[in-house]
């Protein structure tokens, strides 16, 4: 597969990249920059060679994971150049060729497509609080399990109509409405990289010798990050 062609099949990287003179502005004002070994303007210019193995290297790394998509890139090239948007596009290439279970962090979009993908195909919100267990997030701390076997009445003195029908917040979605919302998942491709990302997750899951008994009984699939990796 040719990987610069197959990027370039995506808007996001024909509108994200120009000619990159180095400048480093990009990498200046990247949050990201600050606090990981992650350099926007590096990985331009590493895209930009069209090299085969340089681009699936990235594709297998943490490093396109780092972006946390805020876009302060956009604003400042004076080229023009989106490294978020490039970054968007290797993303979903990495996702599509299965080369993010390589990596720690990419390994992780099978647990955000599991909570906040089927979120929204289960209940029509990116997070539903019946989702957020407490013994799996225990950095919400103890306010959030409080909240949490508290619940329905927490929700009613705030005057949100929860899990009920009708207007006003975390009300339940009907199920015309969830239809929809399948429907358009279905047709921009998002259910196939979903099902991608889910089966590529599995293979790797298996090669780290975990049994289909064992998988179906973690909730979040730590076998994801507790195989013999190196790179952890």
Not at 144 to 162: K, Q
Not at 191 to 201: G, R, V
Request: with cysteine; net charge negative; charged share 30%.
């Amino acid at each position: 597969m040719d990987f610069f062609e197959k990027l370039n099949e995506d808007v996001r990287f024909r509108e994200g990249l120009n000619a990159c003179m180095n400048c480093g502005i990009c990498t200046a004002i990247c949050p990201a920059a600050e606090f990981y070994d992650y350099d926007p303007r590096v990985l331009v210019t590493t895209v930009e060679t069209k090299d085969n193995d340089e681009i699936g290297s990235l594709l297998k790394s943490d490093t396109i994971w780092y972006c946390g998509q805020c876009m302060s890139c956009k604003t400042r090239c004076p080229r023009g150049n989106v490294p978020g948007m490039i970054v968007g596009a290797l993303r979903k290439l990495s996702q599509e060729t299965g080369y993010f279970v390589e990596s720690r962090l990419g390994r992780q979009q099978y647990v955000i497509m599991k909570t906040i993908g089927k979120n929204i195909l289960e209940h029509g919100y990116c997070v539903y609080p019946t989702k957020v267990d407490p013994d799996m997030h225990p950095e919400q701390g103890p306010v959030w399990e409080w909240m949490t076997e508290n619940s329905h009445e927490i929700y009613e003195r705030l005057g949100f109509n929860y899990a009920k029908e009708g207007p006003g917040g975390l009300r339940k979605i009907s199920e015309e409405v969830l239809g929809e919302l399948k429907s358009i998942f279905d047709e921009t491709g998002g259910t196939d990289l979903m099902n991608a990302i889910e089966s590529f997750s599995m293979k790797r899951a298996f090669e780290n010798g975990y049994e289909q008994e064992r998988l179906e009984e973690d909730k979040y699939f730590d076998a994801l990050y507790h195989g013999n990796d190196t790179d952890e």
